[in-house]
């Protein structure tokens, strides 16, 4: 089984608690570890959710890319 690297995943995003400093959109959830460890961890399968950012030849995901 293949670990899932969240930083490339576009449910993925950084919070402003630092608390709890990573989050995932899908499952809805914040946390201090990895939210792919945390599925892992609560369901013991890796993360079925996982998307992979799509990114243009700058490097800017399309979701930063419209708000520039």
Do not use: I
């Amino acid at each position: 089984m293949t670990e899932v690297n969240c930083f490339t995943c576009q449910h993925f995003h950084t919070t402003w608690n630092p608390q709890f400093p990573r989050g995932c959109k899908v499952y809805g959830f914040k946390g201090k570890e990895m939210p792919s460890q945390t599925v892992l961890r609560t369901t013991g399968t890796a993360c079925l959710q996982y998307e992979r950012k799509l990114a243009d030849h700058a490097g800017l995901t399309k979701k930063k890319r419209r708000n520039l």
